[in-house]
């Protein structure tokens, strides 16, 4: 039986929860993925995780894209600034993305590009207008 | 009588040969010479009332005739009238129409002139922007050190 992304999120999540090994559950969830042929939504299904832990720890779930993984010192950096900016506790997640240099920051819908990329990619508006 | 030598009995005859001969005169010639006058008076008098019937009727047409030719004359000069007007009012709205035809096709010249330079002038910015996108893309993305990357990095961070 296929299910949605939130759904697998919203249950990994609770067997985390529970006391049991999590590479036990990991192993089981990723056998019920295989078994209903939906282990290709993976990506999506952690994307969700994400956000859905982020929810029920009360934080905010910052997506911060940078060319290579960033240290701990950047990331607490990022973390303290977006917590000021939104007033609210933060989760930073790092994923790496070919945008030369800098980053891009996304807080729910919000998309702060501080990147080489999107600065090109926002000169060359200007020049189109 | 007769010694005045007047023969009464001649007289008698004679009398009675002149009623005889006017009785006859009037019955066989006066009667119908009087009726062929009057006839001839009756048609000549009937002649000249026709003649001035036909003199009337003629001055009458003629005078019909003039007053259908002065109202003919009228009526064309009147129709002449409208139709110069017509055309006039129709070659105003002719003239009128091209004029408007006209200025028509200036406004849609102008308007394509218009978009065709915008549409240039926007084929040159996409133009431009995308030489500086493509060269800026291969030096920041190329070029750069690994120190040049973080510096930019760090500097990001900092702007946030």
Known sequence: MKLKPTIYAQLLIDSMDSKTDTKKVAAGFWRLLQKNNQYKDLAKILAEVEVEYAKKEGKILTKVFSEKALNNAEIADIENKVAAKTGQKVIISNIIKRNWAGIEVVIDDKVIDLSAKGRIEKLAEKLRT | ?160
Request: neutral net charge; aromatic residues 4%.
């Open chain 2, 1 to 160: 009588m007769e010694v005045l030598g007047i023969d009464v009995k001649l007289i008698i005859a004679q009398i009675v040969n002149f009623a005889i001969l006017f009785f006859l005169l009037s019955k066989l010639l006066y009667k119908p010479i009087t009726g062929l006058l009057e006839d001839r008076q009756t048609k000549i008098d009937k002649g000249l009332k026709d003649a001035e019937k036909a003199a009337k009727d003629r001055s009458g047409a003629e005078i019909e005739a003039e007053k259908i030719a002065e109202k003919a004359y009228k009526d064309a000069n009147e129709i002449l009238k409208n139709a110069k007007s017509e055309a006039t009012a129709e070659a105003a709205a002719i003239i009128k129409k091209a004029s408007e035809q006209a200025d028509r096709i200036m406004a849609n010249a102008k308007s394509e002139a218009t978009l065709s330079k915008e549409k240039a002038l926007k084929d040159a910015k996409t133009e431009i922007s995308d030489v500086v996108v493509i060269a800026l893309s291969k030096i920041v993305g190329d070029e750069l050190t690994e120190e040049q990357k973080n510096k930019l990095t760090s500097k990001a961070i900092m702007e946030l």
